[in-house]
Nanobody
Framework: QVQPVESGGGLVQAGGSLRLSCAVSGRTFARNAMGWFRQAPGKEREIVAAITWSGFSTYSANSVKGRFTITQDNAKNTVYLQMNSLKPEDTAVYYC?????????????WGQGTQVTVSS
């Protein structure tokens, strides 16, 4: 069972950058694709980015393409989300989870998430 712990969120001005980290415990990193999701107030949770276990393939939502980059360090069981050129509409709680890369659907337990707030 995936037990993600997200960190790295905070308050940043528009145009700024943040790097989120997701530490996974309670299982081996056994060939699970991983994804970052976000949920803004009053909205459904949506996928932001995903990466295959090998790292060879990545996915980015159109809304963040060219600004956000997902990477991972399998030796550290950690997935990262580098967020550049942040916009106020990126404000949300960000979560990570294991995903089926093809469908972008998450499985496993959700963590507490990390709050990202972008001021204009």
């Amino acid at each position: 069972q995936v037990q993600p712990v997200e960190s790295g969120g905070g308050l940043v001005q528009a145009g700024g950058s943040l790097r989120l980290s997701c530490a996974v415990s309670g299982r081996t990193f056994a060939r699970n694709a991983m994804g970052w999701f976000r949920q803004a107030p009053g909205k459904e949770r949506e996928i932001v980015a995903a990466i295959t276990w090998s790292g060879f393939s990545t996915y980015s939502a159109n809304s963040v393409k060219g600004r956000f980059t997902i990477t991972q360090d399998n030796a550290k069981n950690t997935v990262y989300l580098q967020m550049n050129s942040l916009k106020p509409e990126d404000t949300a709680v960000y979560y990570c989870n294991a995903v089926d890369f093809g469908s972008r659907r998450a499985f496993g337990s959700w963590g507490q998430g990390t709050q990202v707030t972008v001021s204009s």
